[in-house]
Nanobody
Framework: QVQLVETGGGLVQPGESLRLSCAAP????????MGWYRQAPGNQRELVAT???????NYADSAKGRFTISRDKAVNTVHLQMDSLKPEDTAVYYC?????????????WGQGTQVTVSS
């Protein structure tokens, strides 16, 4: 059973920052593309950002310029630094590990962490 352990959610005011972290087993961290998704009430889960095992990052338009995804190889952890937060960033954020190889897809998910942006 693969466990992705998320930390760092909470309640902040608009304009403030939060950093989410996701710890993964080393074999997952070094092989899979890691990412963050979010789901707000009544909405589908959507991509926030991903980063490959070669540190190539990809962002949703809503995250560009405000969020930064990074990998800490020393502790097998992926971080999502979120700055200039807006109320519309309120959602449950999920860590994801994804691998497609030889046409087969493998996905693992964290338990989710709540981010609330409100004044």
């Amino acid at each position: 059973q693969v466990q992705l352990v998320e930390t760092g959610g909470g309640l902040v005011q608009p304009g403030e920052s939060l950093r989410l972290s996701c710890a993964a087993p080393i074999n997952i961290f070094t092989t899979y593309t890691m990412g963050w998704y979010r789901q707000a009430p009544g909405n589908q889960r959507e991509l926030v950002a991903t980063i490959t095992n070669r540190d190539a990052a990809n962002y949703a338009d809503s995250a560009k310029g405000r969020f930064t995804i990074s990998r800490d190889k020393a502790v097998n952890t992926v971080h999502l630094q979120m700055d200039s937060l807006k109320p519309e960033d309120t959602a449950v954020y999920y860590c994801n590990a994804h691998l497609t190889i030889l046409g087969r897809t493998s996905d693992y998910w964290g338990q989710g962490t709540q981010v609330t942006v409100s004044s």
